[in-house]
């Protein structure tokens, strides 16, 4: 049978969610004009919508999470500088070089706890410049965070790292691509998790459903000059209205959703964790991202990969394991039939 026949429960990332009929409807009947010549007021509504929600002074609309994070990383550092990163960051894994490529800085990994860089660490590693070395001009989080599975990178800790910024006069970035299902998760506003960083970025494309597009967020001239590099990497759109209006439906009538995807991902962990071959402790699944080490006897990653295809079940292998996320377009059923084809190839 034809792929395109079956109904999959597909669990690869919460990218692979659909538009509402509310965001479809908003497409067809957004108000629209040319972006670039700052006449479109769809984009214009998104943009301050996002800025107040993260309580910022304004907002960009980006067709991506990493133009996004690309963006601001150009704009926070100039070239032979560093930026300190956490060592499973998004950005730095899985954004194809964007740091060195178009900022052209070098970005210095920190290893941390599930995504929570010792603030001592940080200090240690800030560099002043010299004929050998770069200046260290920016520090970059990431909360919820992807590559630990979706783990929830505590307040404090970003609270920390703030004050060493504030201390050496540096900025901090955050990527925040599911910021708001870590809000969930630790029951702390947005807002309060926004104040960390100088600028932050968020996707409208994942939990939140929209088809297209993220939010960077920052300060009034940060913004003005990130519109300026999101034209030279071709982010400059014309009629985008009909992408910003799912966007704004987005921020009003998904997020307090999210909180079930979360709630997924927690019971197919606690349902897998004890099933041979696997290693995971459901204690740490914190968010909508459930990562755990395979080492079966009858399978590969791979192949155990393709048996839960042939169960219409899709997910993704990630380094030295598989990576299942939840999302809008999964429901109770799907994560049923995630949890019966487990026990099924496994037992």
């Known amino acids: 049978m034809s ?3 079956v109904e999959f429960s597909d669990f690869r990332s919460d990218t692979v969610t659909r538009p509402t009929e509310n965001m479809q409807k908003a ?17 214009q509504r998104l943009e301050t919508m996002a800025a107040e929600i993260m309580g910022k002074e304004a907002g960009l609309f980006v067709p991506s999470g990493t133009m996004g994070n690309s963006v601001a990383i150009k704009v926070w550092t100039n070239e032979l500088e560093e930026v300190i ?3 499973r960051a998004h950005l730095y894994n899985m954004e194809l070089t964007h740091m060195t490529f178009i900022a052209r800085v070098t ?9 929570a860089i010792d603030p001592e660490e940080v200090e240690r590693n800030i560099r002043m410049p010299s004929v050998h070395t770069p200046r260290t001009s ?22 920390a790292i703030r004050e060493i910024a504030n201390k050496h006069n540096l900025k901090v970035h955050f990527d925040g691509a599911r910021i708001f299902n870590a809000s969930h998760a630790s029951e702390i506003p ?8 100088d600028s932050l970025m968020f996707c409208l494309s994942k939990g939140l459903s929209a088809p297209v597009g993220s939010m960077l ?20 759109m014309r009629q985008v209205g009909v992408l910003a209006a799912p966007g704004i439906v987005a921020l009003t009538e998904m997020i307090d959703r999210l909180k079930e995807d979360n709630d997924r991902a927690k019971r197919l962990a606690s349902a897998i964790a004890s099933m041979p071959g696997i290693r995971l402790d459901p204690a740490k699944i914190e968010t909508n991202i459930v990562i755990f080490g395979f080492d079966h006897p009858k399978f590969s990653i791979l192949e155990f990969l393709a048996k839960l295809k042939e169960h219409a079940v899709l997910a993704l292998a ?30």
């Open 3 to 5: 792929d395109y026949m």
């Open 27 to 43: 497409m067809a009947e957004a108000v629209v004009g040319d972006d670039v010549l700052g006449d479109d007021p769809t984009v």
């Open 85 to 87: 990163v956490e060592s």
């Open 107 to 115: 970005p210095r990994p920190l290893s941390s706890d599930r995504g």
């Open 138 to 159: 920016l520090i970059c989080v990431e909360n919820s965070h992807n590559n630990w599975s979706g783990s929830v990178v505590p307040l404090e800790n970003l609270k």
């Open 190 to 197: 947005v807002k309060e998790y926004a104040k960390i960083g």
């Open 217 to 236: 967020v920052g300060p009034k001239d940060f913004i003005e000059y990130g519109r300026r590099v999101r034209k030279a990497l071709g982010g400059g």
């Open 318 to 347: 990630t380094t030295g394991g598989i990576r299942f996320v939840t999302h809008k377009d999964v429901g109770d059923e799907d994560v049923d039939r995630a949890i019966n084809s487990f026990q099924k190839l496994l037992s």
